[in-house]
């Protein structure tokens, strides 16, 4: 039995109750919501991944000295890519009709590596929670691919949602997140 399910009620990490799930019918098999009765609403969905690597790396990554090219450019454009083909990869996801997606990708000394924040937009019937979540990560991904060849020891990290607005859930940010 699933260690948060308590007396019958589904749980979630802080043990607040969850809501049913709507990827699945009445049989427990996964299924694509309908959701051609929901009122259209502007929905926006902001995420952030990180790629951490070595000081040396970050250097010639800001110095748009890595042999591939220009990692943060080709980055941007593949997370944008991504985003526009999420329900081509994550079998639920409707195919949406995306107004904007935007990635930004910033040196992080701290890290040291990459901070990458991501933001999808739309006016319909869903969330675009999960393209911003794949462009944070093909992103991230692109960074891992270009610079490879000279710091294996990278590491994709903290990819999570930021925020998300619009819909019957209305808005919602990561405690601690501007």
Same mark, same amino acid.
């Given at each position: 039995? !699933?260690?948060? &399910?308590?007396?019958?009620?589904?749980?979630?990490?802080?043990?607040?109750?969850?809501?049913?799930?709507?990827?699945?019918?009445?049989?427990?098999?996964?299924?694509? @919501?309908?959701?051609?009765?929901?009122?259209?609403?502007?929905?926006?969905?902001?995420?952030?991944?990180?790629?951490?690597?070595?000081?040396?790396?970050?250097?010639?990554?800001?110095?748009?000295?890595?042999?591939?090219?220009?990692?943060?450019?080709?980055?941007?454009?593949?997370?944008?890519?991504?985003?526009?083909?999420?329900?081509?990869?994550?079998?639920?996801?409707?195919?949406? !009709?995306?107004?904007? @997606?935007?990635?930004?990708?910033?040196?992080?000394?701290?890290?040291?590596?990459?901070?990458?924040?991501?933001?999808?937009?739309?006016?319909?019937?869903?969330?675009?929670?999960?393209?911003?979540?794949?462009?944070?990560?093909?992103?991230?991904?692109?960074?891992?691919?270009?610079?490879?060849? @000279?710091?294996?020891?990278?590491?994709?990290?903290? @990819?999570?949602?930021?925020?998300?607005?619009?819909?019957?859930?209305?808005?919602?940010?990561?405690?601690? &997140?501007?």
């Amino acid at each position: 039995m !699933n260690s948060r &399910r308590r007396e019958g009620v589904e749980r979630g990490s802080e043990g607040a109750p969850l809501r049913e799930l709507s990827h699945l019918d009445e049989r427990g098999r996964a299924s694509m @919501v309908d959701v051609g009765a929901k009122d259209e609403t502007e929905r926006v969905a902001r995420a952030e991944a990180a790629v951490v690597m070595a000081p040396e790396t970050l250097a010639i990554v800001v110095d748009e000295a890595v042999p591939k090219g220009d990692v943060v450019a080709a980055a941007r454009l593949a997370g944008i890519m991504a985003a526009k083909r999420t329900h081509e990869l994550i079998p639920l996801c409707h195919q949406l !009709n995306l107004t904007k @997606v935007a990635v930004e990708i910033e040196a992080d000394e701290s890290l040291p590596g990459l901070r990458i924040v991501t933001e999808a937009r739309l006016r319909g019937r869903t969330g675009v929670e999960m393209e911003a979540l794949v462009a944070a990560s093909v992103a991230a991904l692109t960074v891992y691919d270009m610079c490879k060849a @000279v710091d294996r020891g990278m590491e994709v990290t903290g @990819v999570r949602l930021l925020e998300k607005s619009g819909g019957c859930s209305g808005h919602w940010r990561r405690e601690g &997140r501007a």
